[in-house]
């Protein structure tokens, strides 16, 4: 076994070459039903391939490096006859197509560069049918699914399939960003767009593309500054992505609205936070005055003064009032007042009592 699967495979041939036995771990999602299909090829018998299979079993003969050697001149490679069969069961079936999808999208993104390669052309076959045939469109939501990562990678597959047409590649990725507006950070989204090239648009996709509010500032900017293979592009008022805003006609336009967007939010942001340290304060007042009350119901208690002969009680004293605009100032002034009314009572009713205890002796009541 160790001959026939390292003559097909360089992978395990250099694994191989100082073992007698290897454990095949490569850094992708292959099944025991998978892998029965390379072996069996490597022992001459034509592998089964289905729609369920092919993309797994492609990215398994690309990963483990199966090369054609003297005895596939009949059939050709294990990749060869996955891409015959591709092109006979699946190019011309568009539900084919979207299931040999599904499971690519499944093999990602640890299968890498082979799975995201057969998944690119099943979206390139399956758009073409949605231009047809607005209906054909189910696979989107299998597609709008996926990691941004994943997703990334089958944009650069299509990319570099995509020689002189990237317009179906802006679409399905401003369907990507509306699904997934909020699982999608901008540096994922940059990454993303990278795989467009902006001179491939058409004239109406460009225009649309410098208002969509979806996509990365940078990205709008480096659309921009290919204006002069689309100047017409720029010759029409923007409109309706940015709110309706049918001024927004150049740069200049565009960065004013977008700093206008982001103060407009940063200012909701800060009312917001005000409006909770307020009501913290006003909890926090509330807690203060029922202590405040507290602490001088038991002051009362066990606290008596005596002043100019007359006995009062601490409940009974009140501080000084002067209005309501006095009453409107800060708790803070409000306590230290009070005790500061509070100290020079109480000093007056001190020496009121070493007064009368010179004359006659007498004791305050506690």
């Known amino acids: ?77 294990l990749i060869r006859q996955t891409e015959e069969f591709f092109r006979q069961e ?9 299931l040999v999808l599904q499971c690519c ?25 949605a231009e047809e045939d607005e209906n054909v469109d189910e696979w989107i939501v299998e597609l709008t699914a996926v990691s941004a990562e994943s997703f990334g990678m089958i944009m650069e597959s299509m990319a570099r399939w995509s020689v002189h047409d990237h317009d179906h590649l802006y679409r399905i990725a401003d369907r990507y960003f509306a699904i997934n507006k909020e699982r999608v950070s901008e540096e994922e989204k940059l990454r993303i767009c990278h795989a467009i090239d902006c001179s491939k648009l058409s004239h109406h ?33 923007l ?18 609205h977008d700093a206008t967007a982001r103060q407009a939010t940063n200012l ?24 405040r009350a507290e602490m001088e119901a038991g002051r009362a208690k066990s606290f008596r003064y005596r002043s100019s002969g007359h006995d009062r009680s601490l409940a009974d004293y009140r501080p000084p009032v002067a209005g309501k605009e006095k009453r409107a100032r800060g708790l803070g002034r409000k306590l230290v007042e009070g005790f500061r009314s509070l100290f020079r009572v109480s000093g007056l009713a001190v020496d009121g009592a070493r007064t009368v205890g010179e004359s006659s002796p007498a004791k305050a009541t506690h």
């Not at 699946?90 to 979207?98: E, L, N, Q, S, W």
């Not at 996709?205 to 720029?234: D, E, G, T, Y």
């Not at 800060?270 to 006003?282: F, K, N, P, Q, Y």
Request: hydrophobic content about 40%.
């Open 268 to 291: 909701a942001v800060r009312i917001e936070s005000l409006e909770r340290d307020v009501a913290g304060l006003r909890r926090h007042l509330r807690w203060s005055e029922d202590k």
């Open 105 to 129: 999208v499944g093999l990602l993104p640890e299968s890498g560069e082979p799975a995201a390669a057969m998944a690119a052309r099943c979206v390139q076959l399956l758009t073409t049918a």
């Open 1 to 77: 076994m160790k001959d026939k699967m390292s003559s097909d495979s360089r992978y395990l041939r250099r694994r191989l070459t100082k073992a007698d036995e290897v454990s095949v771990s490569p850094p992708f999602k292959i099944t025991v039903q998978t892998f029965t299909e390379v072996a069996r090829f490597c022992y001459g018998r034509a592998p089964t391939l289905t729609p369920s299979n092919v993309g797994a079993v492609r990215a398994a003969a690309e990963l483990l490096e199966m090369e054609e050697n003297d005895r596939d001149a009949g059939e050709g490679s």
């Open 239 to 256: 409109s309706s992505s940015h709110g309706g805003d049918s001024s927004i006609t150049s740069l200049r336009d565009l960065l004013h």
């Open 205 to 237: 996709l460009l225009l649309h593309l410098v208002q969509n509010s979806r996509l990365p500032l940078r990205f709008i900017f480096k659309a921009m500054l290919i204006s002069h293979h689309h100047p017409a592009a720029f010759s029409s008022p």
């Open 90 to 98: 699946i190019a011309c079936d568009k539900g084919r197509a979207a």
